[in-house]
T-cell receptor
Framework: GEDVEQSLFLSVREGDSSVINCTYTDSSSTYLYWYKQEPGAGLQLLTYIFSNMDMKQDQRLTVLLNKKDKHLSLRIADTQTGDSAIYFCAETNQGGKLIFGQGTELSVKP | ETGVTQTPRHLVMGMTNKKSLKCEQHLGHNAMYWYKQSAKKPLELMFVYSLEERVENNSVPSRFSPECPNSSHLFLHLHTLQPEDSALYLC????????????FGPGTRLTVT
């Protein structure tokens, strides 16, 4: 079946790098997404990667895709307190539906 | 600001009330979605509309009734809800239903008493 797994919590110190990991099951996914949800807000699209890419960099964000292992990661360089939020990984299934993970709560300590 | 707005942002209703949630998108998208977000659970897709036509209903109880009068507006009509329906209800839109990125509204925090 379709499933997206993420660890629930990650705690880092300000200035360190954060790496949030995700595994998915649908090998036919064309796009994989990272969304950010701040307290009291909806989901904000952070970045996405097309399935024929291994890496995508966007300022402080680096997305790595290992299609063989169905593993996706989001690296945030120089993590700031404003990066504290819940981060959701999502894949697209064959029907074009987004399947979300449970979200990883990132806590950044000063 | 994602271009998707939702009202109200907070709603408290009794189990016998009838209320509606509203979503509006200003992005020119053709697909709109309702999701339910409960604590400690993944997002649950409730309904999908494409060009004002419902294309997906994920076994949602009939006490939730969606309406899409045009491609910019989406409603979720609520009646005789249960306390377990308390959650954050998120609306999203995308260019089409073919796996494009979705843009989310801020959500309506619903509490059923």
């Amino acid at each position: 079946g379709e499933d997206v797994e993420q660890s629930l919590f990650l705690s880092v110190r300000e200035g360190d790098s954060s790496v949030i990991n995700c595994t998915y099951t649908d090998s036919s996914s064309t796009y994989l997404y990272w969304y950010k949800q701040e307290p009291g807000a909806g989901l904000q699209l952070l970045t996405y990667i097309f399935s024929n890419m291994d890496m995508k960099q966007d300022q402080r964000l680096t997305v790595l895709l290992n299609k063989k292992d169905k593993h996706l990661s989001l690296r945030i360089a120089d993590t700031q307190t404003g990066d504290s939020a819940i981060y959701f990984c999502a894949e697209t299934n064959q029907g074009g539906k987004l399947i979300f993970g449970q979200g990883t709560e990132l806590s950044v300590k000063p | 600001e994602t271009g998707v707005t939702q009202t109200p942002r907070h709603l408290v209703m009794g189990m016998t009330n009838k209320k509606s949630l509203k979503c509006e998108q200003h992005l020119g998208h053709n697909a709109m979605y309702w999701y339910k977000q409960s604590a400690k659970k993944p997002l649950e897709l409730m309904f999908v509309y494409s060009l004002e036509e419902r294309v997906e209903n994920n076994s949602v109880p009939s006490r939730f009734s969606p309406e899409c009068p045009n491609s910019s507006h989406l409603f979720l009509h609520l009646h005789t809800l249960q306390p377990e329906d308390s959650a954050l209800y998120l609306c999203a839109s995308s260019q089409s239903t073919g796996g494009n990125e979705q843009y989310f509204g801020p959500g309506t925090r619903l509490t059923v008493t």
